[in-house]
């Protein structure tokens, strides 16, 4: 009897382990940056790039070149504005918890000289609806004779 007890807990535990939500883990499926311009604009031919890695700092896991970089007004971040781009997913078989504490970095381009101030967030988004969010405050990128430059240091991590 004893037998029959033990293989009957072996095949509930059987049984458990191959539920999706078990065995499967949450995969990166997209993600986003979103940022709110705040005293200073970002002009239309000025090109956004942001990268975003694993908390070791190697892992890529998402980013976007020159976007938001066009002829037309519709790329010009006024102040006090919102603005959401889409990036791309460099891996898409990152887990969540591979994923938490990520960090990230925003950098620009201008057309000649543009200074921006903003705030902004990257959200990764996870099957089953899990998201992680990491912000930065009080950004100033100031781009003069058309060079790239970035945020210092990654944002997040925490």
């Known amino acids: 009897m004893t037998t029959l007890k033990f293989l009957a807990g072996l095949v509930v535990c059987a049984t458990l382990l191959m539920k999706p939500g078990l065995v499967h883990a949450q995969l990166l499926t997209r993600a986003e940056f979103f940022s709110k311009t705040a005293g200073d604009d970002k002009d239309h031919d000025t090109g956004v790039w942001v990268k975003v890695v ?20 519709s ?53 089953k609806g899990k998201t992680l969010v ?19 240091k990654w944002a997040g991590g925490k």
Request: hydrophobic share 30%; glycine share 6%; proline share 1%.
């Open 75 to 127: 790329t010009h971040y006024n102040d006090n504005t919102s603005h959401t781009i889409k990036l791309t997913v460099d891996n898409g078989r990152a887990t969540r918890h591979e994923c938490e504490k990520f960090k990230f970095k925003v950098g620009i381009k201008a057309n000649g000289n543009d200074n921006w101030k903003f705030s902004a967030r990257v959200t990764l988004y996870f099957e």
């Open 54 to 73: 694993a908390a070791d700092g190697k892992t890529k896991l998402a980013d976007i070149a020159n976007a938001a970089n066009s002829s037309g007004e």
């Open 134 to 152: 990491e912000h930065i405050t009080n950004a100033d990128l100031n781009s003069r004779g058309s060079t790239y430059v970035e945020t210092p």
